[in-house]
């Protein structure tokens, strides 16, 4: 099945920094989605994003499906950008979404 | 927002009980999902729907079993809990296109004793 790694595993930030998350599948796909867990455990969805580039707010995303990756920028980090991070991906409408491992990003007052 | 409720929110039960976790979506969304995952580590597929009376297993293995009478409705059913099923259970739907994105419940924290 279709492999999806995340990059880094984990990242520590300062307060106002910037930061990229890199995701890379193994095949291509027609969705791919980014959430993020909260320290609570709630799972957000970010974008969805299987080409092209989006943005909201401090928060944007760009896949490049020929060369299958996607990236996610976080600007001027909070401490409320602190969680996990996850990247999922589906090669077809009727197969589930399968996620990578994530990565744990902490950001410090 | 999206909504989706997941009951109970937390359930520490002793072994060999039989439990059933709710999870109920008003959206109207065809696809509902079950995953597993301990605290802010991978997510693990043990089920999903994609309509009325179909459901299919998941990637990981699992001692649960699921239904889908309603639409709305995708309760997950553990015949006899173990220590080994403490974990986080979420459950997620999307709608029918390929363009749909996924919302999660607020998981049911499980504690077997």
């Known amino acids: 099945g279709i492999q999806v790694e995340q990059s880094p595993p984990d990242l520590i930030l300062q307060e106002g920094a910037n930061s990229t998350l890199r995701c890379n599948f193994s095949d291509s796909v027609n969705n791919l989605q980014w959430f993020h867990q909260n ?13 092209g580039t989006k943005q909201n707010g401090r928060l944007s995303a760009t896949t490049v499906a020929t060369e299958r990756y996607s990236l996610l920028y976080i600007s001027s980090s909070q ?31 | 927002e999206a909504d989706i409720y997941q009951t109970p929110r937390y359930l520490v039960i002793g072994t060999g009980k039989k439990i059933t976790l709710e999870c109920s979506q008003t959206m109207g969304h065809d696809k509902m999902y079950w995953y597993q995952q301990d605290p802010g580590m991978e997510l693990h597929l043990i089920h999903y729907s994609y309509g009325v009376n179909s459901t299919e297993k998941g990637d990981l293995s699992s001692e649960s079993t699921v239904s889908r009478i309603r639409t709305e409705h995708f309760p997950l059913t553990l015949e006899s809990a173990r220590p080994s099923h403490t974990s986080q259970y ?17 998981g049911t924290r499980l504690t077997v004793l």
């Open chain 1, 39 to 51: 320290p609570w455990g709630q799972l957000i969805n970010l974008f969805y994003i299987p080409s």
């Open chain 1, 79 to 109: 401490t409320t950008d602190s969680g996990v991070y996850f990247c999922a991906v589906a090669y077809s409408g009727n197969t589930p979404l399968v996620f990578g491992k994530g990565t744990r990003l902490s950001v410090i007052a």
């Open chain 2, 90 to 106: 979420l459950c997620a739907s999307s709608g029918p296109l390929d363009t749909d994105t996924q919302y999660f419940g607020p």
